[in-house]
C-alpha cells in the first residue's frame, strides 16, 4: 500500500510505502531526492528513521500512553527534529499543528493519554468512554479508534472485515446495543454490528414500556412485522452507511436522529417501511389460531399501523 500527500495543486510532495504486516507499519518516506526508512518496535511504534544507506539520522523514545521525545542518532535527548516526521506511535500520524494523532474514528491525545470523543461503539469493552486501551496502552494498539487490537494478529494488511462465522447473531447484537443505551423511543431500529445492518425490536409486540402485549404468539407475530418494517428502511437505503467493519463493533446509525433534528418527518422513507409491516402483519395473523387475546393485539398493531399510512403516506 502507498500513500502519497500533495499540496493545494495535487502536486505530489512526499509518497509513503507500507508494510503488509500490519496497517500502520509505515515503511519507506520518499520525498525530494532523499529516502528514509522506518523503523519500529512491537507495537509499530517509529524508533528511528534511517537514511537509504542504513545510517540512523534520528531516533524516538515514548512515554507509555505515546507522548514522543526525539533523540538524536547516539540516543542523546533534547534533539530538534531535521526530518519532519509526523509518523510515530503506533505508526499514526501526528497533525503538527495541535500535537494531536488521528485514528481514523476520533482524535488521540498522547499527553493526556486519553481520547478527545466519546467510543463510537459505546460502553462494548469498557465504562469509560474515553479510556485509550483500557489503561493497557503497552499490550494492544488502536489503529481506527474503536477497540484495541493485537498487532500482530488482529489488523493485518488493512482487512477490517469479520467473516460471518465470526459474527454475533441479530439478537445478541439487538440486546447488546439496547443495554448500551442505543434504544430508541420507537418499536425498533438498526443497530451497525460487526460490519452489518441488524434490524432490531425495542418494545416487545410494540407496545410503550417494552412488556409485551400479554399474549407470546401476538409478540412474536408484531415483532417479526417490526423486523421487516426495519429491514424495509436497510433495503432502501435510509441508514446512513456503511456500518464500521471488524467484530466486535457495534453502533447506533445516523438516519433515526437525523430526520428528528432536521425536522423531517421522514414519510418518504416510512411510508413504504409501513406498507410492508402492514403486508406482514396481514399475512401472519391467522397464526393466532383463533385465540381472541391474540387476535386484539394483532388487530390493535394493525389500526396502529394503519393510522400511521393515513398520515405518512399522501
Avoid at 523514545?61 to 540516543?75: C, I
Avoid at 466519546?118 to 479508534?145: E, H
Amino acid at each position: 500500500m502507498a500513500l502519497v500527500e500533495a499540496d493545494p495543486n495535487y502536486t505530489a510532495t512526499a509518497m509513503y510505502s507500507y508494510h503488509p504486516q500490519y496497517v500502520d507499519a509505515v515503511a519507506v518516506r520518499f520525498r525530494d531526492a532523499d529516502a528514509h526508512v522506518y523503523l519500529h518496535d512491537a507495537n509499530y511504534n517509529v524508533t528511528a528513521l534511517a537514511d537509504n544507506s542504513g545510517t540512523v539520522v534520528e531516533r524516538y523514545t515514548y512515554y507509555p500512553y505515546g507522548r514522543e521525545v526525539v533523540l538524536d542518532p547516539n540516543f542523546s535527548p533534547g534533539y530538534e527534529t531535521n526530518f519532519d516526521n509526523e509518523y510515530l506511535y503506533t505508526g499514526r500520524r501526528i497533525d503538527p499543528l495541535t500535537g494531536l494523532q488521528i485514528n481514523r474514528n476520533r482524535w488521540y491525545a498522547s499527553h493526556l493519554g486519553r481520547w478527545l470523543s466519546p467510543d463510537p461503539i459505546g460502553y462494548y469493552d469498557s465504562k469509560n468512554l474515553y479510556q485509550y486501551l483500557n489503561a493497557r496502552p503497552l499490550k494492544k494498539t488502536d489503529p481506527i479508534g474503536l477497540e484495541g487490537v493485537d498487532p500482530y494478529g488482529a489488523l493485518q494488511a488493512c482487512d477490517f472485515s469479520c467473516a460471518p462465522s465470526k459474527q454475533r447473531g441479530s439478537a445478541t447484537c439487538c440486546a447488546l446495543a439496547a443495554g448500551g443505551g442505543m434504544a430508541g423511543s420507537d418499536a425498533g431500529g438498526v443497530v451497525c454490528c460487526d460490519g452489518r445492518m441488524v434490524p432490531c425490536v425495542w418494545l416487545p409486540g410494540g407496545m410503550a414500556g417494552g412488556g409485551g402485549t400479554g399474549d407470546s404468539t401476538a409478540d412474536g407475530i408484531i415483532d417479526g412485522c417490526i423486523i421487516e418494517h426495519e429491514q424495509k428502511h436497510i433495503e432502501q437505503g435510509d441508514i446512513a452507511g456503511p456500518c464500521p467493519e471488524g467484530c466486535g463493533r457495534l453502533s447506533r446509525p445516523l438516519f433515526p436522529w437525523f430526520r428528528r433534528w432536521f425536522g423531517n418527518p421522514g414519510n418518504t422513507q416510512e411510508c413504504p417501511a409501513y406498507r410492508a409491516e402492514l403486508d406482514c402483519l396481514t399475512r401472519n395473523a391467522r397464526k393466532c389460531g383463533g385465540i381472541a387475546s391474540c387476535e386484539a393485539a394483532v388487530d390493535g398493531r394493525i389500526r396502529f399501523v394503519l393510522g400511521q399510512i393515513r398520515s405518512r403516506c399522501k
